[in-house]
């Protein structure tokens, strides 16, 4: 069996310590976890086996043999395959030449590229991962994001120069609905069984059970517990990630008879809106109601949400938001009191090369600037003190880079931007995807809080347990069109997803 040992890893930013003397062993034939809070010193860890970033120390063994490891083209020569939690995709190249970054493309006779055989290649990945309805041909721009995940992840089933003996994917499954995800992880198996190592981060706790043998825990840049999965239990794990007992996964405030009384106008009122591919909207959302719209991956979710922001044309019926007409657009959407978590932080809401108090801040402008449009930075600052408390971000100063911090952390720099207008109406799109268990918790808590002080949520996601968790009622989207609305109480998530289903196959 093939063993894969990373010795001392450690490395360190400005002085202060991302990973602390790690030591990592992976066999073939496993399928390895890696866990931890948002900071704990994962993404370090994969950039630092991936050759990406140079490690302040590092030994790399295979079957005891010495290892170079200080590129990627050190990490690709040794058979490691990466992917990443933010999706590298080249938006104007097509789905197979997407598939084959990072390798030579095949030539008729050493010259011309053997586009038949690239595509035939690419599509042979796809259907390994049960998504024959992907186009090789098709530019990747025009994708969802599920669908370029799987593009990412059919990269890592072409063969390259030097056969893969490891396989690490990051957040694979966020992005993937539920049939996709069970598909991955049979080819997962399938690569473990072919003796490959796989190392597999995820802070989906039910995947990590059901998929991985072994399990290793950082937390605060050091390995806080190893061992085998089964052995160590969910509450293991969890207690190890966080310093603390689990917190059990708390339901949904229900609003109190008060506050609906109080309540002179619902949040937003559709009646049987049209827009789109989105049709037969016809639902009310009442002040601190929270409503989850669940549906296989591409039913309109999204749109949904940005018709409350003013995009899109609407063909038919009508649409209120806090009483008038909807916006005209996102900047007098903000200006009334509806914000916005997007779903793809890096591409949709964050400026990463700017700063903490920049990104919380941006929408924010007009009420905090001096007349003639001058900024107060005091103002500014302020701001983004109070709301980096309030979501508990982990930053070392407000003027650091966005880009300088964990994925999850960046998420709550998006939802610090989002609730600090105090927002009458709160859109949250796949809102803790990459966001670790704790991590989680505390952004649940802040939405609950959020509509017990009378604002409406409307949420998706791709985790049906968030959806259960959080709302209040569930808005069931078939290829756009309403298919039911119904309570959450006493629904589960394999429920859910049946009632999913059988409302896909009712639209087909």
Known sequence: MRRI?????????????????????????????LMGENGAGKSTLIRLIAGVTRADS????????????????????????????????????????????????????????????????AAAALARLGAVGIDPALPAGRLTTGERMLVRLAALL????????????????????????????AVLRDLARDGAAILYVSHRLDEVMALCHRVT?????????????????????IRAMTGR??????????????????????????????????????FTLAPGAILGIAGLENAGQSELLRLFLGEG????????????????????????????VPRERRAEALMPGRTITDNVVLPHLGRLSRPLGLARARAEARMARDMAAQVRLRFRALGQPVRSLSGGNQQKVVF??????????????????????DARADLHELVRGLAARGAGVILTSTDLTELLELGHSILILSAGRQAGLVPAAGLTPETLLGAIYRAGERAA
């Open 5 to 33: 040992e990373f010795l001392g890893l450690s490395r360190a930013y400005g002085g202060q310590p991302a990973l602390v003397d790690v030591s990592l062993t992976l066999a073939g034939g496993e399928i390895h976890a």
């Open 58 to 121: 590092m030994r790399v063994r295979i079957d005891g043999a010495e290892v170079p490891l200080a590129s990627a083209a050190d990490a690709a020569r040794a058979g490691f395959r990466f992917v990443h939690q933010e999706l590298h995709i080249v938006p104007q190249l097509s789905v197979a030449e997407n598939v084959a970054l990072g390798r030579p493309l095949p030539r008729r006779f050493g010259l011309a590229v053997d586009w038949p055989r690239l595509r035939a290649e």
């Open 158 to 185: 072409v063969a390259g120069d030097a056969a893969p003996r490891l396989y690490v994917l990051d957040e694979p499954t966020a992005a993937l609905t539920h049939a996709e995800s069970a598909r991955l992880f």
């Open 217 to 237: 825990v950082l937390r605060d840049g050091r390995v806080a517990l190893a061992g085998p999965t089964l052995e160590i239990g969910r509450d293991g794990i």
């Open 245 to 282: 007992e689990p917190r059990g996964a708390a339901r949904p405030i229900e609003r109190s008879d008060a506050a609906a009384t109080a309540a002179r106008a619902p949040v937003c009122r559709l009646d049987k809106v049209a827009a789109g591919r989105l049709s037969g909207l016809d």
């Open 313 to 340: 044309r609407i063909a038919a019926g009508r649409l209120e938001v806090l009483g008038r007409p909807r916006p005209s657009g996102p900047a007098e959407a903000w200006a009334r009191g509806i914000a916005l």
């Open 416 to 437: 610090a931007r989002a609730l600090a207008g105090a927002p009458r109406l709160l859109l949250l799109d796949d809102p803790t995807r990459g966001v670790d268990v």
